[in-house]
């Protein structure tokens, strides 16, 4: 077979658009070029798409929010704050570029499974919410208004919903699901607990399912909050809310 100098000069431009996509979104290991920068750089081009996609997926129109960014120095660590008028980002350098959602299963084995569009998607519907909260105001359930009480069991369906935004947009939680599952009241309140049980979107799930985003964050906080009880038994919890 004879090869035409074309042929070369293709798979030539072919390698190396395929060491510049390698080298943009480090398919082999943690994103390590300028992290901080880069990836709240990366996360200010795509949020108009995520917002968009966020909005489509959920039937509704976003609040408009403005959007931080921290990051904590020299440190991969997974905490992130809000409050109820803006949302915080981390730009920690221990994410992978690429979007869990839009890559195959080969790639996903590589994949440092907390992305900047997973946490984005989170920290968005964590302005839902906020912007839900606000628009209450009386109606909201006494056990939701003083955060300074707030315990494991407000957390568990703040988180819940965050991160219930998350998996439905096909993005990876923030724990394994079988580990947000405590197995006794004791198992709750045990140390780390309530970091882990905090990011459990199935107990929320089936209200979100059936009533959408916006009506189920509505029911969730105009009715007394979950029981330790209904903790273990999500769907108690789901069945008082929709009845
Ligand atoms: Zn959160």
């Known amino acids: 077979m004879v090869r035409r100098p074309i042929t070369y000069i293709i798979a030539f431009l072919l390698g190396i658009g395929m060491i510049k996509q390698m080298s943009e979104y480090n398919l082999i290991g943690k994103y390590k070029l300028n992290p901080p920068t880069d990836i709240r750089k990366f996360i200010e081009l795509n949020q108009d798409k995520w917002d968009e996609e966020i909005e489509n997926k959920f039937s509704i129109v976003l609040p408009d929010t403005k959007i931080g960014f921290t990051s904590i120095d020299g440190s991969t660590s997974m905490l992130y704050f809000h409050d109820k008028d803006s949302i915080a980002v981390d730009t920690t350098a221990s994410y992978n570029l690429l979007s869990y959602s839009e890559v195959g299963p080969l790639t996903r084995a590589f994949l440092h499974k907390e992305t900047p569009k997973g946490h984005y998607i989170h920290e968005r519907t964590h302005s839902i919410y906020n912007s839900i909260f606000k628009n209450l105001g009386s109606d909201i359930d006494s056990s939701f208004i003083k955060e300074e009480m707030w315990g494991i069991r407000q957390y568990m369906l703040i988180e819940g919903i965050a991160e219930y935004g998350r998996i439905m947009k096909g993005e990876y939680n923030f724990f394994p699901l079988e580990m947000c599952k405590p197995k006794s009241i004791d198992d709750l309140y ?13 107990v929320v799930r089936k209200i979100l399912d059936r009533l959408g985003m916006e ?5 969730i906080l105009t009715n007394p909050v979950i029981t330790e009880n209904e903790i273990l038994n999500p769907e108690i919890y789901a069945d008082r809310i929709l009845n």
């Not at 045990?190 to 199935?202: D, E, L, Q, T, V």
């Not at 009506?215 to 029911?219: A, D, Q, R, T």
């Open 215 to 219: 009506k189920g964050i509505e029911e």
């Open 190 to 202: 045990a140390n780390g607990g309530r970091k882990i049980y905090s990011y459990s979107p199935h």
